[in-house]
């Protein structure tokens, strides 16, 4: 009893189905690269395993303590060129206040940078994931084409955007978030001096 929902697809004469199935009915498993025109490196979710993998950029999902580690260190290192800088306008001995407050505030220029880069590249990989087509080109920067997603791989890059790389933005907003009140209690500070 062979109707039209029983019968099974024609078989385009290469052992498979015209419908993505092998000759016996079974479902194949077609690897990504097969049907994903994007070149490797442009694969969104190439880039996000580079970027995990990556020293600078896998700092952003550390733990606490080895999330705060690199900005503290990098903070402390401000200081070497900072602390001079501060200390010729305001005399440590005369004025500390001002000369902590100041040299503080211009330590934080290059972590603030760091967590700038490191927001950027995780923000592209989480757009990227979360597109349903993406953008890519073959060779250069005039040959630009558009992969539109299988479903299958819109759910897992959208997964992953949710789950991996989305807490990780929020833990960057929450640091800009506290720099920013370190300035605002710093400048506050300042007018009472």
């Not at 900005?71 to 902590?100: D, E, H, T, Y």
């Not at 995780?122 to 060779?139: M, N, T």
Request: glycine content about 8%; overall charge positive; hydrophobic content about 45%.
């Amino acid at each position: 009893m062979n109707g039209p929902m029983n019968s099974p697809k024609q078989s385009s004469g290469d052992g498979r189905a015209g419908d993505g199935r092998a000759g016996d009915g079974r479902l194949q498993k077609t690897p990504l690269s097969a049907r994903c025109p994007v070149p490797a490196e442009q694969i969104p979710i190439k880039e996000y395993e580079s970027m995990s993998a990556s020293w600078f950029y896998s700092w952003g999902a550390r733990d606490l303590r080895g999330y705060l580690g690199p900005i503290i260190s990098l903070w402390l290192l401000s200081w070497v060129v900072v602390g001079p800088m501060a200390a010729v306008s305001f005399v440590p001995a005369k004025l500390p206040p001002q000369f902590i407050i100041s040299a503080s505030l211009g330590a934080l220029l290059l972590p603030t940078l760091a967590l700038i880069q490191l927001y950027i590249g995780w923000r592209h990989v989480c757009d990227r994931l979360s597109q349903k087509a993406v953008p890519y080109e073959e060779s250069g920067w005039y040959d630009g084409q558009i992969w539109e997603k299988p479903d299958d791989v819109i759910n897992r890059d959208r997964l992953i955007a949710d789950y991996q790389v989305k807490p990780l933005l929020l833990r960057l907003q929450k640091t800009f978030a506290t720099i920013l009140g370190m300035i605002a209690f710093c400048l506050v500070t300042w007018q009472f001096l």
